[in-house]
């Protein structure tokens, strides 16, 4: 019986773990690229001995060349900013934009505890008013301090949601109709073709219009700035989807379709089997572009009705002419950019998790 060579068997062993250990690394790859740190698994890996060399330039051009590029346009930034003289002073560079972030997030704070002070205030006058036995007077009296930068960022976050989720509800649907159906797909296509090129702006007046008609009072469950906003956004957003859900039903095998014939497939059997699993990539794509152009349009409409959100913010520093104003601004353009970058990772985080696409 020949024995065993313990040396060779642990080596063996730890060869085994190692393969174990990177197979896990390219797994977990994937989801590094949806959240933007694809640098992370290259990195393990050259840390670990697995081509250290080529790892690491695979950590450069993801890491490196990104970090480098920002340097650089900061550099540029800094430089050039101060030589553009405007009505206002000259154009802020990087440290001034970044002290008045600092800046809107202590007035931030500071709003806060106003209405925190302002609750409890009113929570004491209600108790009081209990104990006395005048419940009756009790009131739930709104704040109506002005709202901290977060607030506005949250209220066009939520905004552009609404309206994203009504134009894919109204979006998907009428792309499956026109991509198993000619005859739909003749009647959306005119439609299509007219509406996809309309400004916000120009749909901005309109929808303001039919809100304040059909929507009477200010009480109910949305404001009507919410609305206008949310239904701008849902008329500008839902081209995208529509027509990217039409042509992913269209370029299904026609063989599966025939299949579903055979096998007698009612039509919500031959959608959810058959269609959706399909579709699902392109559909997604349309998705993304969608939460895209709502957000752009979002910050418009926001800006042109002076609705409450980012748009506003930006509209009422310009108006406002100090000399914070123009780095404001910037801080409200960063803003608007990293969290529309954040938005279309959300997008691709659920493409990938649903349709298990590795595109970056």
Same mark, same amino acid.
């Given at each position: ?20 250990? +990177? ?94 002070? +302002? ?242």
């Amino acid at each position: 019986m020949t024995a065993v060579d313990p040396a060779h068997l642990a080596a063996k062993q730890r060869e085994a773990r190692r393969a174990i250990w +990177f197979t896990r690394i390219n797994k977990a790859d994937a989801w590094f690229s949806v959240l933007g740190l694809a640098w992370i698994a290259p990195l393990i890996k050259a840390l670990a001995g697995d081509n250290p060399r080529g790892q690491l330039k695979d950590v450069w051009r993801l890491l490196g060349v990104p970090l480098l590029s920002i340097v650089v346009f900061l550099m540029l930034w800094s430089t050039l900013a101060p030589k553009v003289v405007t009505s206002l002073g000259a154009i802020p560079g990087p440290v001034a934009v970044w002290t008045e972030a600092k800046g809107l997030h202590h007035d931030a704070t500071v709003k806060w505890e106003k209405q925190a002070k +302002f609750d409890e205030r009113l929570e004491q006058r209600n108790q009081r008013l209990i104990d006395a036995g005048r419940a009756s007077e009790v009131k739930d009296i709104a704040y109506t301090g002005s709202p901290t930068y977060y607030g506005q960022i949250w209220t066009s976050i939520k905004t552009v949601f609404f309206g994203f989720l009504i134009a894919s509800a109204i979006a998907i649907p009428l792309g499956i109709a026109a991509g198993l159906s000619p005859t739909a797909n003749a009647a959306l296509n005119p439609l299509i073709q007219i509406f996809k090129p309309v400004s916000p702006l120009a749909w901005l007046p309109i929808v303001t219009m039919v809100v304040s008609a059909v929507y009477a009072t200010n009480d109910g469950l949305f404001s009507k700035s919410f609305l206008v906003s949310a239904i701008t956004v849902t008329l500008c957003s839902l081209w995208p989807t529509l027509i990217n859900t039409s042509l992913g039903v269209a370029s299904i095998d026609r063989d599966l379709i025939s299949v579903s014939r055979v096998l007698k497939m009612n039509t919500y059997t031959k959608i959810t089997k058959l269609v959706l699993p399909s579709a699902l990539p392109l559909i997604f794509t349309g998705l993304r572009l969608s939460l895209g152009v709502g957000w752009m349009v979002l910050i418009a409409a926001e800006m042109l009705a002076q609705n409450p959100g980012l748009g506003k913010f930006v509209w009422d520093e310009f108006q406002n002419g100090s000399s914070q104003s123009l780095a404001r601004i910037i801080v409200a353009v960063l803003t608007i950019g990293i969290i529309g970058f954040l938005l279309d990772r959300v997008m691709f985080a659920m493409q990938s998790f649903f349709t298990f696409s590795a595109q970056r």
